[in-house]
Nanobody, 115 residues
Framework: QVQLVESGGAWVQPGGSLRLSCAVS????????VGWYRQAPGKERDLVAG???????NYADSVKGRFTISRDNTKETMYLQMNSLKPEDTAIYYC?????????WGQGTQVTVSS
């Protein structure tokens, strides 16, 4: 069974940076396009960044220019480098596929941006 383990979330002041990691196991990671989602309190879970098998990345307008998604197929891990963080980036961040049936969701990692 596929397992997703997100890590790297923390409390950070506005303008700060964080790097999230997502370890994927139980599947052939390098044949899927994957991405990072986030869910703020009272809101739906939204896709913020996706990365194709060959490495092409796409971003939601709200994070474009600030976030960078990457993947290491040899480690079956994806990353999200988040810079210039804003209070509105506060959410639980999750990783998963970006097309087709989702893998079982992991527990996510909490990112809190406040002063």
């Amino acid at each position: 069974q596929v397992q997703l383990v997100e890590s790297g979330g923390a409390w950070v002041q506005p303008g700060g940076s964080l790097r999230l990691s997502c370890a994927v196991s139980g599947t052939i990671f390098d044949i899927y396009a994957v991405g990072w989602y986030r869910q703020a309190p009272g809101k739906e879970r939204d896709l913020v960044a996706g990365i194709e098998i060959e490495g092409k990345a796409n971003y939601a307008d709200s994070v474009k220019g600030r976030f960078t998604i990457s993947r290491d197929n040899t480690k079956e891990t994806m990353y999200l480098q988040m810079n210039s963080l804003k209070p509105e980036d506060t959410a639980i961040y999750y990783c998963n596929k970006i097309r087709g049936k989702s893998w079982p969701w992991g527990q996510g990692t909490q990112v809190t941006v406040s002063s």
